[in-house]
């Protein structure tokens, strides 16, 4: 069974700080994996998807990379702004698995002005 | 605009009173599923399905049901609703035929913020 593990489960940073966030799963079968923004009692905005074959992918000041061998994920947010406050989700497609997701129970992020 | 669309959003309802909640996309997707999320457990599978007719349990459908007549459309229907159905619930739909960078992405809906008293 796909276990998805993120940590820290909660992050407090001044402005401007550059930041990681860490995703690990179990399974290393997967076909992609996905990341997330929450807003409070909001929905899911996809933020990147990296792709099995892929190693990293960038969207603005986000930067996403993958090691599937070795079952992990980061997104790192560069030049962090108060904006940027949200809970961050990661999910993984298993490869047996169609469209499936499995999350994580995210990181819950505060960045201070 | 493609978008994965919910009704209602906030519903308040009452145990054993039968609801459903609607969902519906536009990017002519096979793939549907519902999930819930709760503090502490994150989000959970409910229900998905493959394509029109098709349907399968994800990790906790116990209290619900689902339908797909329709390629756009995939109702979640609580039969006699209980606290414990108390949740935000979420509709996802993504392409199982596409094949590139963003294939399998999936697309999510607003949400459902559903209270059973």
């Known amino acids: ?113 | 605009e493609a978008q994965v669309t919910q009704n209602p959003r906030y519903l308040i309802t009452v145990t054993g009173k039968k609801l459903t909640v609607t969902c519906s996309q536009n990017m002519n997707h096979e793939y549907m599923s519902w999930y819930r999320q709760d503090p502490g457990l994150g989000l959970r599978q409910i229900y998905y399905s493959m394509n029109v007719e098709v349907t399968d349990k994800g990790d906790v459908p116990e209290g619900y049901k689902v339908s797909r007549k329709e390629k756009r459309n995939f109702p979640l229907i609580l039969e006699s609703p209980s606290p414990n159905q108390t949740s935000l619930y979420f509709c996802a739909s993504s392409s199982t035929r596409y094949r590139g960078p963003r294939s399998y992405e999936q697309y999510f809906g607003p949400g459902t913020r559903l209270t059973v008293t």
């Not at chain 1, 069974?1 to 690990?24: H, W, Y």
């Not at chain 1, 799963?25 to 997967?30: K, N």
């Not at chain 1, 909001?42 to 998807?49: A, E, P, V």
């Not at chain 1, 599937?68 to 947010?77: D, E, F």
């Open chain 1, 1 to 113: 069974k796909q276990e998805v593990t993120q940590i820290p489960a909660a992050l407090s940073v001044p402005e401007g700080e550059n930041l990681v966030l860490n995703c690990s799963f179990t399974d290393s079968a997967i076909y992609n994996l996905q990341w997330f923004r929450q807003d409070p009692g909001k929905g899911l905005t996809s933020l990147l998807l990296i792709q099995s074959s892929q190693r990293e992918q960038t969207s603005g000041r986000l930067n996403a990379s993958l090691d599937k061998s070795s079952g992990r994920s980061t997104l790192y947010i560069a030049a962090s702004q108060p904006g940027d406050s949200a809970t961050y989700l990661c999910a993984v497609v298993r490869e047996t698995s169609g469209s499936r997701l499995t999350f994580g129970e995210g990181t819950q992020l505060t960045v201070n002005p």
